[in-house]
């Protein structure tokens, strides 16, 4: 087996039918190679070029996330930590986010996470002479890292801070694409209004309940901006300001005999199973997660207010609910399924998403839903 190269990339993303023809050109000026550590984690296993040459390659050259940091720096290669907070997405991910932010010559482009500063350099590439790149970057060491490997990539400038405020100094943009995932109801305005009217914003947003989608907004004159949902999945890490605590699962006690208790006659598993109607669930239930196992039990809890629901078979043929807490988990999923069967049971397409400066909306057809 040869050496694997851009070649060999190129070769499977075509294979997957995942690859516009101007993203394979792009691939061989701008080497995927350049930006990746030496020391890596991939499949959480730890990879270092020095004594792994061809295994890094292999990585480096197929279509594959690549973890370049955990925990915020605090575990350090070759221990393996909890969280991932830093990588090289998949090469057919960005290839689609930037097919969908159809950025184009001249563009000035405003990025939300440095990361390893592949995709910033793919940008520039794009933009070329006349445009220009700013990525903003919150880990300062990452930040320095990625400025390192720009070098030679003259139209990019790289900020250290907190990307949820945008990069006001380099606005207006013609185009802002975010690899890291926002809460619902939480896109920062901030990037609104630093867009030019009719430009495009391309941000992963997340329900508690549910990762992804990928959103494409386009920015109105007045200000707001209107999106939908992109047909691909994605999975990225939240935006570090956004984070949400937490609470360990052996924190509550599923079969508390002081919780109120009803019974149910809603299977909970085939509302929690299906990604679009957990979707329709998360728009319902905000800061609310959930875990399942099927036709045996399901849990519902709020990080935020210690609340929560489990929905378990009882022996007799029923569905026993126990809830706890100001809020009750399993009744709002339990309104809330109804609900979207009625509208029709609406896909990720069909939901239509609105910021204005002062809320956000995701609304199926003709019924609007706050978030």
């Known amino acids: 087996m040869g050496i694997a190269s851009t070649d060999t990339l190129v070769k499977e993303l075509n294979s997957a039918g995942s690859l516009p023809v101007e993203f394979g050109r792009l ?19 730890p990879i270092d070029r020095a004594s792994q040459p061809d295994m890094w390659m292999r990585a480096v050259y197929s279509n594959s996330a690549i973890v370049t ?28 986010m930037l097919d969908h ?38 880990d300062q060491q990452v930040a320095e890292n990625a400025r390192d490997r720009l070098t030679g990539f003259d139209r990019v400038r790289t ?39 009719g430009g495009v914003i391309v941000t992963p947003v997340r329900a508690d309940l549910t990762s992804g989608p990928l959103v494409r907004f386009i920015v109105n004159e007045d ?10 999945g994605v999975q990225f890490m939240e935006v570090r300001s956004q984070r949400t605590a937490q609470t360990p699962d052996d924190d509550f006690d599923w079969q ?17 199973s299906d990604i679009v109607s957990r979707w329709a669930l998360g728009v319902a239930l905000p800061s609310c997660r ?14 935020v207010s210690c609340s929560w629901a489990s929905v378990v078979p009882d022996g007799d043929g029923r569905l026993l609910v126990r809830q706890k807490g100001i809020r009750r988990l399993w009744d709002e999923a339990e309104s809330a399924y109804p609900w979207w069967i009625g509208q029709g049971r609406p896909v990720g397409p069909d939901w239509i998403w ?17 978030c």
């Open 101 to 138: 932010l159809d950025v184009k010559k001249g563009h000035s482009v405003l990025e939300i996470g440095t990361g390893t500063g592949f995709s910033a350099a793919l940008l520039s590439e794009i933009v070329g002479p006349s445009g220009n790149v700013t990525t903003v970057e919150i």
């Open 223 to 232: 200000g707001t901006a209107t999106g939908r949902m992109v047909p691909m």
């Open 27 to 45: 691939l061989h000026t701008v080497r995927r190679e350049w930006f990746i550590p030496d020391r890596i984690w991939v499949d959480r296993k």
């Open 69 to 96: 940091q955990f925990d915020d720096g605090r575990t350090q290669w070759p221990d393996v930590g909890e969280i991932p907070t830093c990588s090289a997405s998949m090469p057919s991910t960005v290839a689609g």
């Open 354 to 370: 609105t910021i204005t400066p002062k809320h956000q909306t995701i609304q199926p057809g003709s019924a609007t839903g706050q």
């Open 159 to 197: 900020v250290v801070g907190d990307a949820t405020t945008g990069a006001f100094e380099s606005a207006p943009f013609d185009r802002v694409i975010s690899t890291a995932t926002v809460h619902l109801g939480h896109v920062p305005y901030s990037w609104l209004q630093q867009t030019k009217p």
């Open 290 to 303: 959930y875990n399942t196992e099927e036709n045996k039990f399901v849990w519902l809890r709020g990080p």
């Open 256 to 272: 508390d005999d002081t919780a109120d208790r009803s019974t149910t006659k809603i299977k909970p598993w085939l509302m929690f």
